[in-house]
């Protein structure tokens, strides 16, 4: 059975901390994406990830891909109460069906 | 601006309806998607179709249809089949190439009464 599992699945900080939220994934995918949802919104696209060893950062966000481990990480570095979301990975084993994480929800506490 | 469209924002249903949720994009993308997210949960594909008058099933189909006439339209019908419809749904498409990322619409919320 193809998983998508994220660790941790909730996540309180304190504002300026660093934390790292894990997505393992139990198929071969040379891609993963990383989500965003507010509540009560859609998903925006955050990083995309297309082989192994990539890093994408995008101000206080960082994904990291390791395609042989089946790992990715999002870091927060210094988080900012903005941050406060549901975090989805999603991987792609064949060509079009996209198997999503099962989230982690990120409350920054001031 | 170029974007994916998806009507109406809240749907509320009797039981033994069908209804059908709208979902068009302006992107000339080529793969659409329908998902279906319980509160709390991650998305769960309900149909994709990957070109003009194709579509296949995901893993949660049943009490579903879909139809795919027109590159930018793929309508959603929610079926009197599917005993527990309420939900958000999200629709997709994707870019050809390239990155092949998704993006996604505004969903519809829908409640049976």
């Known amino acids: 059975e193809l998983k998508v599992e994220q660790n941790p699945l909730f996540l309180s900080m304190q504002e300026g901390k660093n934390y790292t939220i894990y997505c393992n994934y139990s198929t071969t995918s040379d891609r993963l994406y990383w989500y965003r949802q507010d509540p009560g919104k859609s998903l925006e696209s955050l990083f995309v990830l297309l082989s192994n060893g990539a890093v994408k950062q995008e101000g206080r966000l960082m994904a990291s891909l390791d395609t042989k481990a089946r790992l990715s990480t999002l870091h927060i570095t210094a988080a900012v109460h903005d941050l406060s979301a549901t975090y989805f990975c999603?991987?792609?084993?064949?060509?079009?069906?996209?198997?999503f994480g099962t989230g982690t929800r990120l409350k920054v506490l001031a | 601006d170029g974007g994916i469209t998806q009507s109406p924002k809240y749907l509320f249903r009797k039981e033994g309806q069908n209804v059908t949720l709208s979902c068009e994009q302006n992107l000339n993308h080529d793969a659409m998607y329908w998902y279906r997210q319980d509160p709390g949960q991650g998305l769960r594909l309900i149909y994709y179709s990957q070109i003009v008058n194709d579509f296949q099933k995901g893993d949660i189909a049943e009490g579903y249809s879909v139809s795919r006439e027109k590159k930018e339209s793929f309508p959603l019908t929610v079926t009197s089949a599917q005993k527990n419809p309420t939900a958000f749904y999200l629709c997709?498409?994707?870019?050809?190439?390239?990155?092949?990322?998704?993006?996604f619409g505004p969903g519809t919320r829908l409640t049976v009464l």
């Open positions: 997709a498409s994707r870019t050809s190439g390239g990155t092949d990322t998704q993006y």
């Open positions: 999603a991987v792609v084993p064949g060509t079009y069906k996209y198997i």
